[in-house]
C-alpha cells in the first residue's frame, strides 16, 4: 500500500509537468513570433531614406544600392558602417548630409541578413 502511495505521488506531478509542456505547444503562450523581414517593405525604404541620394543613381556616385540584388551583395560593409562610431571616417550615412542610423534600423538590417535576405 505504502509503495503505491509512493508511485502516485510520483505519477501525479510528472503527469501535471507533461500536461502542461503540452498544452503550451498546442498555442504557443509565452512564444514571440519573430516578424519576417522583407527587401521591399522595410529594407527598400531604409535604404533610399538614408542612402540618397549618394548610394542611388543616377546622382548617386558612390557604391549603388538602387536594388535588392545590389544591397544584398553589400549588407556586410552596409552595417559594419552604419555602426562604426560616427567620428570614424568611414561611418555612414555622413554625419552633415543624413541622421544616423538608430539602434532600431540597425537592428532590422542585422535581423534581415540573419533571415537569408528575403527579397
Request: proline residues 9%.
Amino acid at each position: 500500500m505504502k509503495r503505491k502511495i509512493q508511485l502516485i505521488m510520483l505519477i501525479l506531478p510528472l503527469s501535471m509537468l507533461f500536461i502542461n509542456c503540452s498544452s503550451v505547444q498546442k498555442n504557443n503562450s509565452g512564444y514571440v513570433d519573430i516578424k519576417k523581414i522583407s527587401y521591399s517593405s522595410d529594407i527598400k525604404p531604409l535604404i533610399e531614406n538614408s542612402c540618397t541620394p549618394c548610394h542611388i543613381p543616377p546622382q548617386g556616385k558612390k557604391e549603388a544600392f538602387d536594388s535588392y540584388e545590389h544591397v544584398k551583395e553589400n549588407i556586410d560593409a552596409i552595417i559594419s558602417r552604419v555602426r562604426l562610431p560616427q567620428d570614424d571616417r568611414k561611418f555612414m550615412p555622413p554625419v552633415n548630409k543624413k541622421p544616423p542610423l538608430t539602434d532600431a534600423q540597425v537592428a532590422v538590417l542585422i535581423e534581415w541578413q540573419q533571415q537569408n535576405m528575403p527579397e
